[in-house]
């Protein structure tokens, strides 16, 4: 086979450091795009991003020559950069350090872009720990609770 084909899709959690609510409405609606376009500028695709003031979901198509540690590294070193160039009064502005991501299959891609979109009603029922706890259980990810959060 002369080609590579893939099609990995991914839904990624990360969070503001210390999980503070620096991620407004406002700073929202322009830092969005912001990180779509990182992910477009390092050959990935954007389906879908959302969250809350303390927490972004990505859902994104990412390529196979690259590791999703190089891209978050990138994306958040460069949208960090842009929120304090921004947002001069978010100076302490900051994201956590690593990130939860789950493979996603295209069949439930409807199920992800609908959970994204209702993550403000979702977070008035359940806060960021208790919904990324219940994630990783769904996924069956192997985690130690006390070292998921700083």
Known sequence: MPGTYSQLLLHVVFSTKGRAPWISAETA???????????????????????VEDHVHLYLRWRPDE????????????????VHDSF?????????????????????EGAVKAYIAGQHEHY???????????????HGVEFDEKYVFD
């Open 29 to 51: 609606e322009r830092l969005y795009p912001c990180i779509g376009g990182i992910a477009r500028a390092k050959k990935g695709v954007r389906y879908d991003i959302g969250g």
């Open 124 to 138: 008035k029922k359940e806060d960021f720990k208790s919904e990324l706890l219940r994630i990783l259980r769904a």
């Open 67 to 82: 590791s999703l540690s190089d891209l978050m590294r990138t994306l958040k070193a460069r949208s960090s950069k842009w």
């Open 88 to 108: 001069p009064k978010l100076g302490a502005f900051a994201w956590q350090v690593g990130c939860s991501a789950f493979s996603v299959s295209k069949s439930q």
